[in-house]
């Protein structure tokens, strides 16, 4: 299998560092041309879900502009110019909590549209996260930090709570680690 390629691309909509939209010309493998295919620029982001020592869950339980009513959501946030994910992820975490961490699992990196572009997620588990300064997160929804259980967070998982993929994967993949840790399947 091979690859599609592209032709040429061409900014048709400029919103500064959060979205770009292209129009690009690209080839298919059996040489057909596409003129038109949509391809949108938005930052790379990271996602952490933090646990402490005592085995609670970091989460937050706010509101999203495009989420309805209220969900429950891990740390994150986009990555800076030439930051690399991890970085963020410890940043985001600091920042947002005023949580560090001592061990950090990265839960891969992920397309958010495999088709159309939108940057990428990147996922980690912070481990042994413990509490080194006050927050200083400059977010414009209103957070109540929460401390969830494992049980606790695999309910609210179960239902639905999480209401953003990145966030319900990173919370999925969180637990499947605790999972493989434990020896269960």
């Not at 939209?21 to 038109?36: A, F, K, M, T």
């Not at 982001?45 to 989420?67: E, H, N, W």
């Not at 061990?103 to 940057?119: E, F, I």
Request: with cysteine; net charge negative.
């Amino acid at each position: 299998m091979q690859n599609w390629k592209t032709l040429s691309r061409q900014v048709i909509f400029d919103l500064g560092p959060y979205l770009k939209v292209e129009s690009r010309q690209v080839l298919l493998p059996e040489g057909r041309v596409i003129d038109d295919w949509a391809w949108l620029e938005t930052p790379d982001y990271a996602i952490v879900l933090a646990v402490r020592k005592d085995g609670r869950f970091l989460c937050f339980r706010q509101t999203k502009y495009a989420v309805e009513g209220l969900t429950l959501a891990p740390v994150g946030g986009y990555l800076e110019p030439g930051e690399q994910p991890l970085e963020a992820a410890r940043r985001e975490l600091l920042e947002e909590t005023g949580y560090a961490a001592g061990q950090w699992v990265p839960l891969g990196s992920y397309a958010v549209d495999g088709n159309h572009g939108n940057g990428r997620a990147h996922l980690f588990l912070a481990l042994d996260a413990r509490q080194e300064s006050e927050p200083h997160a400059d977010d414009l929804e209103e957070q109540q930090l929460r401390f969830l259980t494992r049980r606790e967070l695999r309910i609210a998982l179960d239902a639905g709570q999480f209401k953003v993929l990145a966030w319900t994967t990173a919370v999925a993949l969180s637990l499947l680690y605790f999972s493989q840790a434990a020896g269960e399947t």
